[in-house]
Nanobody, 114 residues
Framework: QVQLVESGGGLVEAGGSLRLSCTASGNMFNINVMGWYRQAPGKERELVARVSRGGSTNYADSVKGRFTISWANVKNTALQMNSLRPEDTAVYYC?????????WGQGTQVTIPS
């Protein structure tokens, strides 16, 4: 089992920055992808960014050039968010993946007032 705890959410003005952190505990053996997802009210959960153990990254088109995902060590993942927009408002979830399994954190709220 893997437990994930997100931190760093909050309220920030448009154009500002936030850094989300995800701390993992438990068996991280063969966890080969970490990701950040978000869910806005009334919308489905969507991929924001993901990173493989080898360092490959993928970003949603809406965040390219503004967000950066990093996986500094086995148990710490971060999402640097710059130039935030009201449409970035959502609950952000950290996720960990290995073949056949997915683990999710409880989420952290990010609010950008319009």
């Amino acid at each position: 089992q893997v437990q994930l705890v997100e931190s760093g959410g909050g309220l920030v003005e448009a154009g500002g920055s936030l850094r989300l952190s995800c701390t993992a505990s438990g068996n991280m053996f063969n966890i080969n992808v970490m990701g950040w997802y978000r869910q806005a009210p009334g919308k489905e959960r969507e991929l924001v960014a993901r990173v493989s153990r080898g360092g490959s990254t993928n970003y949603a088109d809406s965040v390219k050039g503004r967000f950066t995902i990093s996986w500094a060590n086995v148990k710490n993942t971060a999402l640097q968010m710059n130039s935030l927009r009201p449409e970035d408002t959502a609950v952000y979830y950290c996720a960990a993946f290995r073949a056949g399994d997915a683990y999710w954190g409880q989420g952290t709220q990010v609010t950008i007032p319009s």
